[in-house]
């Protein structure tokens, strides 16, 4: 009993510096590994870089068949896709080479936007957080897992597009809960609009949230039974709006390219023309920190081809679907990358940290259909008095009908199950990458399920036994990120 309530206690303590205590805890994992790790320590970041470096020394966006950016091993160019944060990027190290050279600082400054972007995660986590939960340790393990998991820490701390992603969607799902909450007036029509616009400019790979933002916008309208005219003036306001920050972009790919608004047709036919092949170059360099002398163990044998028709997938190879999830172990190597997997995907977790990891999310999830069970056991039986006790669960801090709730919790579902069709479908069609990376944009969804399966699974515990069992999880969820930063990461890709 003593020992619940100290964590009692020291939980309560700690709730009101919560904010602060994230910030700097965001600001202390990116900045030291964005600071000290070597460029081109983690994937694409090379790729990206070019791009920063052009945007700076020339203040002009670079067109994807621009040779100064397209990359000599794969033949294209990341400038044919939206390119927002690489574009940010140039421009504030434009400002910081105005006063130093140092290698550290520009290399920094390259990597600052995406901790400004892991920022504005957490800080609209945190606002979803108090819609979702009520006040209480589950909201704060909510915060913590969902923010403070390593790999969504990691890719704050280098070049990528997945920390803008990250941002816009979780800018998207609060613009959802206020939206419900105030009827979609025009400030919430206009931060969703925001939302999306960052969204397009960031990451195909999240784009279902733009699908599942219509599926809820108008469902939640005609569950309310707004008027078709009001409906209309709201959507064109959302419309303009997105078109304002993210047309001008596909209008201009497809000038450049021919009519291809999203730039994959392009950039494929580039990457088939110009990408290397197994004999184009016996050995081939692509871990070496620039400024320092390549060795052997940082190069590796050129065993496969980059072109798209000739790369290692299973489209290509005649596998199948499962055979690639399975046999080829897509499934284990993203479900591990989405907890922690850094450098070239060559450093990865404790084993025993992946465990605990799933072992919390799947006790959460399967909470969740625990629930979903129970309570049809419940309807069937009509008991009715059991049914009223167990509503509680799945609540949220805003008061939602049941139509508004279930078209919230379709919206969640719809957009990270679209994340994780596209990720497969790259992977079988495209390019064989299985990294966690790529469904991050999940996390929202999949922690705000998780979480509340783990307070139904823990209901019926005294509050002593429950308090302990959290405080460990928050205690661990704390610890890894730090331990895996200064014991593997900084070791292993600094000088």
């Not at 489209?315 to 907890?339: C, I, P, Q």
């Amino acid at each position: 009993m003593k020992k619940g309530e100290k964590f009692k206690k020291i939980f309560e303590k700690l709730k009101g510096k919560g904010s602060l205590f994230l910030v700097l805890y965001v600001i202390l994992f990116c900045g030291t590994a964005a600071l000290f790790t070597y460029r081109n320590s983690a994937p694409d970041e090379e790729l990206r870089y070019d791009i920063v470096k052009y945007v700076s020394e020339n203040l002009q966006i670079p067109s994807g068949d621009d040779p100064a950016v397209r990359n000599s091993v794969w033949g294209f160019s990341y400038a044919f896709q939206p390119i927002t944060s690489q574009i940010l990027a140039g421009l504030v190290m434009r400002g910081v080479t105005t006063f130093t050279d140092s290698y550290h600082i520009v290399i920094f400054s390259a990597r600052f936007i995406n901790i400004v972007w892991i920022l504005v995660y957490a800080f609209f986590v945190l606002k979803i957080s108090r819609k979702l939960f009520k006040k209480g340790i589950y909201r704060t393990i909510f915060v913590i897992i969902t923010t403070l998991t390593p790999q969504v820490l990691y890719i704050g701390s280098y070049i990528n597009n997945d920390a803008m992603a990250m941002a816009s969607v979780a800018m998207v799902i609060y613009a959802w809960l206020i939206g419900i909450e105030k009827k979609w007036n025009y400030k919430t029509c206009i931060l969703l609009a925001v939302g999306i616009g960052l969204l397009m400019m960031s990451y195909y790979n999240a784009y279902g949230y733009i699908l599942a933002s219509m599926i809820l916008f108008f469902g939640v309208s005609i569950v309310r039974k707004v008027g078709i005219k009001e409906v209309l003036k709201k959507s064109a306001v959302v419309i303009w709006i997105v078109f304002m920050l993210a047309g001008w972009w596909f209008i201009r790919s497809a000038v450049l390219y021919n009519g291809d608004m999203l730039g994959l047709k392009t950039a494929r036919e580039y990457s088939e023309k110009y990408a290397m092949s197994k004999s184009a170059e016996p050995m081939q360099c692509v871990m070496a920190p620039e400024g320092r002398k390549k060795t052997l163990k940082e190069c590796s044998i050129l065993s496969e081809s980059f072109k798209p028709s000739e790369r290692d997938t299973s489209a290509n190879k005649g596998e199948t679907l499962g055979y690639m999830l399975y046999d080829r172990e897509w499934t284990k190597n993203v479900r591990h990358s989405f907890y922690g997997n850094f450098g070239y995907m060559n450093l990865p977790m404790h084993f025993e940290l992946y465990e605990f990891y799933e072992i919390m999310v799947g006790i959460g999830l399967f909470g969740v259909f625990g629930y979903l069970i129970y309570r049809l056991y419940l309807r069937i039986y009509k008991k009715k008095k059991e049914k009223e006790e167990l509503e509680p669960v799945f609540n949220t801090e805003m008061k939602l009908e049941k139509e508004e709730k279930r078209l919230l919790y379709t919206a969640m579902i719809f957009g990270a199950v679209t994340v994780v069709g596209l990720s497969i479908y790259y992977s079988f069609f495209l390019d064989f990458q299985p990294q966690g990376r790529y469904i991050l944009p999940i996390m929202i969804p999949v922690m705000f399920f998780a979480v509340k399966g783990l307070e139904f699974i823990l209901k019926d515990l005294k509050g002593w036994l429950r308090n302990i069992i959290l405080g460990i999880f928050i205690a661990v969820f704390i610890f890894t990120p730090l331990f895996e930063l200064f014991a593997y990461i900084l070791p292993n890709l600094t000088y």
